[in-house]
């Protein structure tokens, strides 16, 4: 593999402006397609199968009523203290009516206002979901907050139809800054800085715009391009850094331009081939689960991370052509590039004689720290984001806030238990008997609102009859007093469903548990279920691709045995911040939640594929040097000389691109950036750059042990270029074409 490498980086150089011109070519392609093909992404993470869903289903196919349409909740409140005036809050709330709206309720014959009369909120119900409504839906909505405004009261919006925050590309150009501060401070110079930065943005760009295309055809959740982006800039600046940095390593031993670009794409490129490939299998086997959204977000990545690969192998040496020997200008003053021959006076030298001479310690202090890290992992809560975990300036969390402090908690998240009465002999003594079964749950349950709240209403109760005969099922409203996250409120859920668990036995009646926190509920032990097959699938395979590289059975086992280290770590991190708040406001949180319901797998997914990059990068490099007749502690130490820099680099910036996405507003982009560069610190510098070396000095040699069976059976696919070597130091073949 190396020496066909070795011909495309050759090739590639050559015939520079073709290949930038097909680059050129495909960035239009995918410009045009996200201009006119692209749609509107949705975010409302359901899945088929489960009992929340099969309620909506069942609701929508009797009535032909979106069950699960968006919903705004419009909270007012009076600043004087005074009682609200009927009149101005009913005709403010007839602003928000238009083609899509399907219900609105009305606060004064609900009884949704407080007791001392100051607030009150109306729940707007659409016939579509958020992503789906238009312009004019957003308008009416803002035209009675100012009319509720103008009469001198406090209005705020809530609900998945309120405007969700757009995603910012300040992340991206955050992230860019600090890895073009960091690239200069590699190679001392601002051009060979800006080729690495150059190709990772043109791998992102196709990539989120073949997201965005496919959100025309697709429903595609609006995390989905910024996970794209996010990965697609963090590997694709890495993947070429490590290219970049061979190539100046080659052409410092004095080859010519267009070879050293051949043997860094043989070399280099072999590990990024590599590299990315294991990033590739952790992210496309989120598909094992079964989970769509999951599996949208797994490919999307995937795809964006084959790009950057592609991107690395063709375009740079094209870039590099382009540039010729101008790469070293742009020199800034007081920065240099690290002289070949001098490693041994490397930070990274003294660093890594230090943990190998006391490895031991090393060893037991890392371990321990890993450990005590990971201990908040044991308090992890996970569900899904809710207003309440907006920014405090939001109108969706004041709306939240103001009905939390008003009407309790539990009304933000109000739970819908569905009667499916089809199967019931007699159907209202099946719904009434739901309700006793309801009503004996003592814990957390705040308020049980029936069909019929007044059993002696006559004429609402032949209205329910009638209608209960047509449709063949009841709704009972069940308002929790814990909030929409709480773990109360979960177990509310549980309570209810087993509670009713024996309903059909006895009336025939099938009853649902629906609503935000039980969808939570069921999503959260769907991913509990599939979390097992995927990290063995994931796992497995990575595994035998480590095997392949380092034709070793220990280096993989501790590779992966590394990564699970990297994860608790990096989730106890976000439970401590997000959850309990430590530190929190550094990174803009201004209130304590769960943590984001899909962080566990999507996690252990990105960052083993990371890890194993950083594996790669760093241990291949030991490998050559083991393969090449070195011993095995040597070739630990001069291995690591040599791939110290550019790993501190390609774990800086990944970090920094991180980083940036943790300080948008999205609260799920926000949680995964955080948990990401957390995660890629902690993997980077304590288990690669720390604990590794130390336990492969340990070791010696047999940390490179290979039964005799299998390293007949396994191919060589020679990542430290051991081919490439002699195939090059044969007569004539360092000059001959790249056909």
Wanted: aromatic share 6%.
């Amino acid at each position: 593999m190396a020496w066909n490498l070795y011909r495309l980086g050759r090739w590639s150089f050559r015939h520079r402006l073709r290949v930038i011109g097909v680059w050129v070519l495909l960035l239009a392609l995918g410009g045009a397609g996200a201009l006119f093909l692209s749609g509107q992404t949705d975010d409302s993470f359901q899945l088929p199968d489960t009992e929340s869903s099969q309620a909506f289903d069942l609701i929508k196919e009797r009535t032909d009523v979106q069950a699960d349409g968006a919903i705004a909740r419009i909270v007012v409140s009076s600043d004087d203290g005074g009682a609200l005036d009927q009149g101005v809050v009913t005709g403010a709330l007839e602003q928000v009516r238009t083609d899509h709206v399907a219900s609105v309720t009305d606060p004064f014959t609900t009884g949704t206002v407080s007791e001392d009369g100051t607030t009150a909120y109306a729940t707007v119900s659409y016939d579509r979901t958020g992503p789906e409504l238009d312009a004019a839906d957003r308008d009416a909505l803002d035209d009675a907050v100012a009319e509720l405004e103008d009469a001198g009261l406090t209005a705020a919006v809530g609900g998945d139809a309120a405007e969700t925050p757009a995603l910012s590309h300040l992340s991206e150009v955050i992230g860019i800054a600090i890895a073009l501060v960091v690239l200069a401070i590699t190679f001392g110079s601002l051009v060979a800085a800006g080729m690495p930065l150059l190709t990772a943005v043109v791998g992102v760009g196709l990539g989120i715009m073949g997201v965005f295309t496919l959100t025309g055809f697709l429903d595609l959740s609006s995390v989905t391009p910024a996970l794209a982006s996010m990965l697609g800039l963090a590997v694709g600046i890495d993947y070429a850094l490590f290219i970049m940095s061979r190539f100046k390593h080659e052409v410092g031993q004095g080859r010519d331009l267009e070879d050293a670009a051949g043997v860094a794409v043989g070399t280099a490129g072999s590990a990024v081939v590599f590299a990315g490939l294991t990033v590739i299998i952790a992210l496309a086997g989120l598909s094992v689960c079964g989970i769509s959204f999951l599996t949208q977000m797994g490919l999307a990545g995937a795809a964006t991370v084959a790009i950057a690969v592609v991107v690395a192998l063709t375009l740079l040496p094209a870039l590099l052509a382009l540039v010729g020997k101008r790469i070293t200008s742009g020199h800034v003053p007081g920065l240099h590039d690290i002289e070949p021959g001098a490693h041994e006076r490397t930070a990274g030298h003294r660093w890594v004689q230090l943990v190998t001479r006391h490895r031991v310690p090393t060893l037991v202090l890392g371990i321990a720290g890993a450990i005590a890290l990971s201990i908040p992992v044991a308090s992890m809560e996970l569900a899904l984001p809710d207003d309440g975990s907006r920014p405090a300036d939001s109108s969706p969390r004041q709306a939240f806030d103001l009905i939390a402090e008003n009407f309790g908690a539990g009304a933000n998240g109000p739970l819908t238990v569905v009667v499916d009465t089809a199967g019931a002999d007699d159907p209202v003594g099946a719904v009434d008997a739901a309700i006793a079964q309801i009503a004996m749950i003592d814990r957390d349950v705040a308020a049980v609102v029936p069909p019929v709240t007044d059993p002696s209403d006559a004429t609402a109760v032949a209205t329910f009859q009638a209608q209960l005969e047509q449709v063949r099922f009841a709704t009972v409203t069940v308002v929790p007093e814990s909030g929409p996250s709480a773990e109360e409120t979960k177990q509310l859920v549980r309570d209810i469903r087993t509670g009713l668990s024996g309903l059909e036995s006895d009336t025939g009646a099938v009853p649902y548990v629906t609503g935000q926190t039980a969808a939570g509920v069921d999503i959260a032990e769907t991913l509990s279920d599939a979390f097992p097959v995927y990290l063995a699938v994931v796992v497995g395979l990575a595994f035998v691709l480590l095997v392949l590289v380092f034709r070793s059975v220990l280096v993989p086992l501790k590779a992966v045995v590394g990564f699970l280290g990297s994860v608790g770590v990096s989730l106890g991190a976000t439970v401590a911040v997000f959850q309990w708040g430590w530190l929190s406001n550094l990174i803009g949180i201004d209130t304590e939640s769960p943590v984001v319901f899909i962080l566990p797998l999507l996690l252990t997914g990105i960052l083993f594929g990371l890890a194993m990059d950083y594996e790669v990068f760093l241990v291949s490099r030991m490998r050559e040097e083991f393969v090449h007749g070195r011993g095995a502690h040597e070739s630990v130490v001069t291995g690591f000389t040599h791939s110290a820099r550019v790993v501190t680099a390609a774990a800086l910036i990944m970090t920094g691109v991180f980083a940036g996405f943790a300080l948008g507003d999205d609260i799920i982009i926000k949680t995964i950036g955080f948990s990401l560069a957390v995660g890629v610190i902690v993997d980077a510098f304590l288990i690669r750059m720390t604990l590794v070396p130390a336990l492969m000095s340990l070791v010696g040699r047999p940390m490179w042990w290979l039964p005799r069976w299998l390293d007949r059976a396994l191919p060589n696919v020679d990542i430290e270029g051991e081919s490439l070597a002699r195939e090059l130091d044969r007569p004539g073949m360092a000059d001959a074409p790249a056909r």
